[in-house]
């Protein structure tokens, strides 16, 4: 049994929310300058060149790459062989997030209740998701998700019989809907299979792979390359104000199911596809 | 793409010039006011009590800016998604309200209201909040302070980077750009 102190990942959690709101990842720049080599349409031209340029302030003066810096998605994977001590795993992540929210000069964005609309003033509570792995290890993404692009999102329970056409429709017309409110270039996470929940784990699973690194699961490459051309066939292009580069990958991510189900979940994540994680 | 150059308060013969597509550097004064601070200026109208600020050829600008660090104008500021203050608009254009600035399509009630008042809506790069932030050369809280990042904060602009979305006329870019091919 390996023990790990609550308050290192305290102060982990704190310098990695300001990280994640100020450094974009560098697979998403890349994805971002080849996006902007491909596209045809000048103004969608002139979107990428401010994205590309966005980011680089954000990243020499230490200003946040979007203003909504986003409810704190936290995923955690806790090693069965590891015991936290001096506090609880939430409360900890919890007072990283207050603290690197008040510290990090970041937008709190959060709401004690959805119909009270009270701010908490401080981020908290993040939305955690745990999973207990093998090992004594402690891993934590930190995923700020924006309020436009998650109200994109959206999960259906399609039949068995509706397939890969039916699966490409649902994402396709989840992103034709959406149109400019999400900010493309986006990336498109797609949860396939499992229940309504599990895929729409999944679907934020897709967000935070490496931009375009295909997925391991031949089937799945195959969806993620054909629902690429399909999503950048829609014509809503950067910003949505039209164009080529609709989004800059989609990222599918796949469970088994139930006989009788096909569940689908699209998380729709902004070009401002920030995380940051580390491992204790 | 030329730009052109506007300042505000926008006056109905500079309007009329806009067409959906084209691209503006804005400079002079916008107030932001996003959900919350919409709903109270909309109460203040219904009760006929006058506005933190007269509205007569004013831009909002639907955004809630990151906290300032010392030293800072302003900090990261992009646009919101307006679709969520199309609820409250044509009663704001009836008002005088003449520009607006955020992200994303608004409902044919408020493409009619802008074309009935002579009014403009223009897209700002959603997500480009540090670069957009860099335009903003000065920032004050006039009106609801107890509602943090969404007060109604007056901002002054230069060289705002922008495209008209829905003009006058009735036209309307997110639509037509659809259409395009590229």
Known sequence: MREIDAAIITERVRAACIEACTVLPRGVLEALKRARRIEESPTGRDILDQLIANAEIARFEHIPICQDTGLTLVFVELGQDAHITGGGLYDAINEGVRRGYDEGYLRKSIVRHPLDRANTGDNTPAVIHTEIVPGDGLRIIVAPKGGGSENMSAARMLKPSDGIEGVTRFVVDTVREAGSNPCPPLIVGVGLGGTIEKAAILSKKAILREVGKPSANPTDAKLEDDLLEAVNATGVGPAGLGGRVTALAVHVESYPCHIASLPVAVTLQCHAARHSSFGI | ?182
């Open chain 2, 1 to 182: 793409m030329p730009e052109l150059r506007l300042t505000t308060p926008l006056v109905e013969s500079e309007i009329e010039k806009l067409n959906a597509g084209d691209r503006v550097l804005l400079s002079g004064v916008v107030y932001t006011a996003r959900d919350a601070a919409h709903a109270r200026l909309v109460e203040l109208l219904r009760d006929g009590r006058p506005l933190p600020f007269d509205i007569a050829g004013q831009v909002i600008y639907y955004a809630g800016p990151t906290p300032a660090k010392p030293g800072q104008v302003i900090g990261s500021l992009g646009p919101t998604t307006s679709g969520r203050m199309d609820a409250y608009t044509p009663e704001l254009l009836a008002a005088g309200l003449k520009g607006m600035i955020g992200k994303g399509e608004r409902n044919q009630t408020v493409i009619d209201a802008i074309v009935r008042h002579k009014a403009v809506y223009f897209a700002a790069t959603g997500g480009a909040g540090a670069l957009l932030s860099k335009r903003v050369i000065s920032c004050e809280v006039i009106a609801f302070p107890e509602l943090g990042c969404e007060a109604v904060h007056r901002l002054e602009v230069r060289d705002f980077p922008l495209v008209v979305v829905n003009d006058s006329r009735g036209r309307d870019l997110y639509s037509e750009s659809r259409t395009l091919s590229f």
